[in-house]
């Protein structure tokens, strides 16, 4: 499976971006999908993940400001952002697992994307 991320870029604090992250190579659409960032110096953390039926979690610092969704037809998953915050910049990437379920960890997904860059600007 190879996954490309798009949608970053520059955004001032309050503002919206919209992720995609479109799977080529097999289907995902029975394999959960997570996004995930990495800021400059820090480790990667867990940001929004959906299963294969839809049910999806959210790492507590984005709830409420993110939505994270998925259309099967066009083999692809989206992260909305809404009102950003200068800390939600970093480099965002996408990833899916070989199983269905929801998972937080970056082990537990089989698949990466090359992230994309969000800068959110005070």
């Known amino acids: 499976v190879q996954l490309q991320a798009c949608g970053g870029g520059l955004v001032q604090a309050g503002g919206s971006l919209r992720l995609s992250c479109a799977a080529s190579g097999r289907t995902f659409s029975s394999s959960a999908v997570g996004w995930f960032r990495q800021a400059p110096g820090k480790e990667r953390e867990f940001v929004a993940c959906?299963?294969?039926?839809?049910?999806?979690r959210y790492a507590d610092s984005v709830k409420g400001r993110f939505t994270i969704s998925r259309d099967n037809t066009k083999n692809t998953v989206y992260l909305q952002m809404n009102s950003l915050k200068p800390e939600d910049t970093a480099v965002y990437y996408c990833?899916?697992?070989?199983?269905?379920?929801?998972?937080?960890?970056?082990?537990?997904?089989?698949?990466w994307g090359h992230g994309t860059n969000v800068t959110v600007s005070s």
């Open positions: 959906i299963n294969w039926v839809g049910i999806t």
């Open positions: 990833a899916a697992r070989r199983w269905p379920y929801t998972a937080t960890m970056t082990d537990e997904y089989d698949y």
